[in-house]
């Protein structure tokens, strides 16, 4: 086997622990849009502090635990696949921040045993 080195776009939605979408949180909702459109997959982060377009402080730390942590909603694909997802997210864009981030993916192909 070899290792090959891909083009992709990483898509991160940053949103707030406690945002919901139809009682559903909003990371959860992200993720299963994600899994219906048949990307390669997504991680959740939770942030330990952060803070947003409020400018308040969000902190795990003593006296402020699960108050709305920050969390990042990751997936990494084929350009292409990410961009024609991206108008899924559109009802979703007055409650989180989407980037995109060009990135390069390793992959382990097998060897065909042909000289190159």
């Known amino acids: 086997m070899t290792t090959r080195i891909e083009r992709a776009l990483r898509m991160t939605a940053l949103v707030g622990e406690d ?8 990371y959860a909702e992200i993720v299963h ?11 959740v982060f939770r942030g330990v502090e952060g803070f ?3 400018s308040m402080v969000h902190t795990s730390r003593l006296l402020s635990v699960g108050d709305d942590m ?13 961009r024609s997802f991206l108008p899924q997210l559109d009802d979703l864009l007055d409650r989180c921040l989407v980037t995109l981030d060009a990135c390069e993916v390793l992959r ?9």
């Open 19 to 26: 945002e919901r979408w139809h009682h559903r949180p909003l």
């Open 33 to 43: 849009r994600v899994h219906a459109a048949g990307l390669a997959g997504a991680s």
């Open 52 to 54: 947003g377009a409020s």
């Open 70 to 82: 920050p969390m990042a909603v990751v997936v990494v694909d084929r350009e292409e696949r990410i």
């Open 108 to 116: 382990k192909v097998k060897d065909d045993g042909m000289a190159r």
